[in-house]
């Protein structure tokens, strides 16, 4: 089965370490998008995470260099919004 690159964009300050062997992953604020990223790749996926907060430039250079078959939106809000989470939304289309 080939690969498929997927994107997973979280907020800024969720973004999981790479390398949690030494940290309490079920109290860790970052949990869920944790959980998502480890279970993709434990389903053969390569996974890329990007935080992102209130600047949407970074993720067309990341889309560019990655090439994600799957963009993973796991933002709740924009700029500490909620209602502008579908900003991210807009600007993937």
């Given at each position: ?65 990655f090439e994600p078959h ?18 991210v939304v807009s600007y993937?289309?």
């Amino acid at each position: 089965m080939k690969k498929t690159r997927i994107l997973a964009l979280v907020h800024e300050h969720l973004v999981p370490p790479e390398d949690t062997a030494d940290m309490d992953v079920v109290n860790a604020e970052w949990k869920m998008e944790h959980d998502v990223i480890v279970t993709l790749r434990e389903r053969g996926h390569e996974v890329k995470a990007l935080g992102v907060h209130d600047d949407l430039t970074g993720i067309r250079p990341t889309i560019n260099r990655f090439e994600p078959h799957i963009v993973f939106n796991l933002m709740e809000a924009f700029a500490d919004v909620t209602t502008f989470d579908q900003n991210v939304v807009s600007y993937l289309e």
